[in-house]
Structures are given as structure tokens and as C-alpha cells.
């Protein structure tokens, strides 16, 4: 039994402490939002008046937050309360600068740190079924790791402060951009007159296999289990791909990189997006490919 | 065993055309340069003094040739010397346009026609494990089904005339534009910090997972048989993956097809063979994208 603190209550956090509680650790927590809080409450979590409040008995910390500026704002108001040598973890996704000024501030402290964004979504949240991308010291790691194997099934450790996130972020680059390429070779396959079914059977098959075909695919029939077949109802919403997108066209600006195609996924889910399909699954993306005339 | 005729003898055909003959099939071919014609007759391939000469007596023809126009003028200057029913397969890599233009000449002649693009490259060629995507009636199909399968080991029917060709496009636009995903995330993973095989670890299991990176990864050490392993040396040259996105572009400009990633797709292949590395395998577009300092 661990004493836990978590802020940050939402569709994600909330579930996630919730899993922390049925292992049979001590979670106090906070939130803004007085509805997050009551839900949690439901879930056995302790309730606190604020965050320092929460952190103050705690020997572990995660917070699960919208994005960077909201991790250094807890952090930094946190740390002052806390115990030294107490673990800091933060689940949230955010830009790898900002999860590396979060390292630093836990360290200035004498606390250790570790960044973990997830995957899996509000399913995996609420299953125990996220996949964590950590970054952090091998020792920090290593104290992290049984706590979030009881909020996920997948824990890898991706190396120092912040790749966590850099490992997120280059994912999910690479998803936004395959998704969009099995959507327009659907598109294309559609004007040629040639069937979805038999494009999914040479592609699924060959060199152009990929998850967001195989497991994902943006068009209905091939993969039963895909949004597709459920009207694109997320599934992965389009506007966390185009924060995703985003947060890897930020740091690919920060470090020099050249990402030509990220760059235009980027635009092309901000399109998508723009068009108010935010809230649909971002394999919806091949609407905006195929234009007016909805197959 | 069956008279095949087979017009075109390069890299692909010569070696095609003697597992025809390694098949117990009767062949008589015909290529315009002398080399060619020497190396497919060390197979066992009977040679003729032209294309109309070595399909007098055909049941079978086999065309395998660099581009539409020469598919075309083959097929043209051929068909007044074929017999009635003679089954004309082409497996060129050729757009889909001309590809329904050849099946409509051949059925001016009333002869039943497929096109059969290949995948699997010179390996696949000479140990007759390419793949066949193919276009044409299921009558044609089930005829030339069996000549197929002694050059290859799995030959998919796609549907009607062009088909074949439509497949083969459209399956390496998506190779094309996750290749340069990959090799992108690769890069801004270096410039992050996070390493190769921490990148691949993550990827190779979740949604980022596709050909590109498990089985052809574009860095060295992740998977020990890809190019990247061996200077780069082709496997798929950056030459063919540009054809091969040029005529998907064609094909999405006379279709209306939208296919922005695809575009410029094409476009940074055209970079990479501009760079002079159009003989390099395609996945030395990472090189391109990493910019000077090669890693």
C-alpha cells in the first residue's frame, strides 16, 4: 500500500485513480471541477481542498493534466508542499520542453521524476489497459513502474527526462500520417473503381500494411471492430491527434527537425477539425479527403 | 504445357520467362536488346526474330515492359498476329489508364486480357515469389491463374480491367508515405534524444506499428534484414518508388482523387532521385530527411 496523491480528476484521471484505489493504495486527490471530484469520490478516492493539501502525506504524485502549462503551474505549486524524495509523475501529454523544465523543478526539490503519457484512451483508463511511455532515471523507474502497471498493461521505459512524450508524440506522428495515407488510398482506390475489400486484401497483406489499416481501417466492412463501422465515433477523437500533431510540429521546431509530412498531417487534421469533426474519430479524416460526396 | 510468348526480357521478364520454361511450358520470346535476348536464352527460352514472330503460335502472351506507351505499341503491333482467344497478360507497372486502353485492344481482337502488375522485385523474379495484382473477367483469371503462380506465390484477382494496376498504386502510395512517417519520427526522434530502438520498442507494438518500420525499418539495428542494414543497397530502388507514386498521382489527377500526402510524397522522392539516389533503396529517404549530418 502506497499513499497516493493525483490531481487532475477528468474523463482520463478520474478512472485512472480509481484503478490506483481497487489495488488497494491510498489515493487523495484534487481537482477545479467540483463534478470531477464527486465521480472520484464515488470511485473511493479521497478528497482533498486543494492540491498541496493532497500532496502533503503523499509518497507518490501523479497529475493528469490538458497540457504543459498546466503541469508546471501544479508542479511549482505543489513541490513546496511535498516530502523530499517523494516520486512525481505526470501522466498527462504534453510538449517534451515543458515535461523536461517539469524534471527539472521535481529535482531542484531532491525529487525524483518520471513523465508517462499514455495510450488507450478513456477505455484504457477505466479497463487498466493504458500502455505508459516513460521517460526518467532508471531508479525513478523503477519505483513508478509497479504503481502504473495497476493503471496499464504496457510500461516501457524510453529512456531520460522527457521521452516519454518524445516517444508519444513520434508515434502518434506517425499514425496521423499512415491514417491519412490509407484514407486517401481508399479515396483513390474508390474513383479507379476498385473495391474496398480488395484494396484491404492486397495491402493487408503486403507493403502497405499498416495499424491504421489492419486494426483501424477508416472505411467500413474489412476490420468489423474499426469506428468506421460505428459512424467514427471515437476511438481516438481528431482534436487529441491534431494536439498531438501539434505538440510533434512544436518540438520538431524547437530541435530542428524536418517533418514534411507531420507538418501537412498537422494541417490536414486542423482542417479536419475546422470542418467540426473535432469530436469524431480521427479516422474520419477521410471525409475531408473524399469531398463533398460522401461514399 | 502451354505456348507462351513472352516480349520484354530485362531484370524482371528474363528471369520470369525461364521459370515458365522451368514450369515445362513451351516459350518464345522476344526483347529488343541483344544482351537480354542471350541471358533468356541461357534459361532455356526460345528466342524469335520479333514480337509478332514469337506470338504466332502463342495460347499465352506475356508482356513485361518499362511503361504504358511501350505496353500499348506492343499490344498493337502484336494483336494482327495472335490467334483468336489468345490470352494476352501484361505485368508491367504501368498506368491505369493505358492498362484499360491495352484490355480494349485486345478485345477489338477478341482476346481475353489481364493486366498483372508484380511486387517482390528481381528477388521475387528469379525465385518466382512475387506477388500478382490482377485486373481482367473471372474467365481470364481462372485461364491465366496457373501460368501466374510458376512465377509467383500469390496472385490476388482485384476485380475488372485496370484493376490489377490500381491495387499495385495505390498499395505503394501507402508504402511510399509511411516510409517518409518512419523516417521522419526517426529523425525528430534523434533530435529529442530518444533512441532508435526505444522508438521502434514503442512503435513496433502500438498504433504506429506498419511494414515501414517492422519489417523494412529505415535505421540500421531494429530489424537486421532490412536495406538500411546494408548501406542502402536496394531491395526497392528510390527510382521505382518515384514511378510508382507518379503514376499514382497521374491516376488521382484524372480520377478528381485528392491525395495531398501522396503528392508530396511523389515530391520528395523526386528530391531524394534529384540527390542522385535513385538507385538507393527507397528507405534512404530518411538521409534526405536527417538533412547533412548523416547519423
Redesign the interface.
Known amino acids: 500500500m502506497t499513499r497516493i496523491a493525483f490531481i487532475g480528476l477528468g474523463n482520463m484521471g478520474g478512472p485512472m485513480a480509481g484503478n490506483l484505489v481497487k489495488a488497494g493504495h491510498e489515493v487523495t486527490a484534487f481537482d477545479l471541477v467540483e463534478a470531477s471530484r464527486q465521480a472520484a469520490a464515488e470511485l473511493g478516492v479521497g478528497i482533498s481542498g486543494s492540491a498541496r493539501e493532497a500532496v502533503a502525506e503523499a509518497e507518490v504524485v501523479v497529475t493528469m493534466l490538458p497540457a504543459g502549462r498546466h503541469v508546471l503551474a501544479v508542479w511549482a505549486d505543489i513541490l513546496p508542499a511535498v516530502k523530499p524524495g517523494t516520486l512525481l509523475i505526470d501522466c498527462s501529454t504534453i510538449d517534451?520542453e515543458s515535461a523536461r523544465k517539469a524534471h527539472a523543478l521535481a529535482a531542484e526539490k531532491g525529487c525524483p521524476a518520471l513523465d508517462a503519457p499514455v495510450?488507450g484512451g478513456t477505455g484504457g483508463a477505466k479497463g487498466a489497459t493504458l500502455?505508459f511511455?516513460v521517460g526518467g532515471s532508471e531508479e525513478a523507474f523503477d519505483r513508478g513502474e509497479p504503481i502504473l502497471a495497476r493503471m496499464g498493461r504496457?510500461i516501457?521505459h524510453?529512456?531520460?527526462a522527457?521521452?516519454g512524450q518524445?516517444?508519444?508524440?513520434?508515434?502518434?506522428?506517425?499514425?496521423g500520417?499512415?491514417m491519412?495515407?490509407?484514407s486517401?488510398?481508399?479515396?483513390?482506390?474508390?474513383?479507379?473503381?476498385?473495391?474496398h475489400q480488395?484494396?484491404f486484401?492486397?495491402?493487408s497483406?503486403?507493403?502497405?500494411?499498416?495499424?491504421?489499416?489492419t486494426?483501424?481501417c477508416p472505411v467500413p466492412g474489412p476490420v468489423p471492430t474499426s469506428p468506421a463501422n460505428n459512424d467514427y465515433k471515437p476511438g481516438f477523437a481528431s482534436a487529441l491527434m491534431l494536439k498531438d500533431l501539434k505538440l510533434?510540429q512544436e518540438?520538431?521546431q524547437a530541435?530542428?527537425?524536418?517533418?514534411?509530412?507531420?507538418a501537412?498531417?498537422a494541417q490536414?487534421f486542423a482542417l479536419h477539425n475546422a470542418w467540426g469533426e473535432g469530436g469524431s474519430d480521427f479516422s474520419g479524416i477521410i471525409h475531408l479527403?473524399r469531398?463533398k460526396e460522401k461514399g
Chains 1, 2 share one sequence.
Open positions: 517534451v495510450s500502455t511511455m504496457k516501457v524510453c529512456g531520460a522527457g521521452n518524445a516517444a508519444k508524440i513520434c508515434n502518434n506522428m506517425i499514425l500520417i499512415s491519412i495515407g490509407v486517401e488510398a481508399f479515396v483513390l482506390a474508390e474513383k479507379l473503381g476498385l473495391s480488395a484494396l486484401d492486397v495491402s497483406t503486403s507493403s502497405g500494411q499498416c495499424w491504421s489499416l486494426t483501424y510533434a518540438a520538431a530541435a530542428g527537425a524536418s517533418t514534411p509530412l507531420g501537412a498531417a490536414l479527403l469531398g
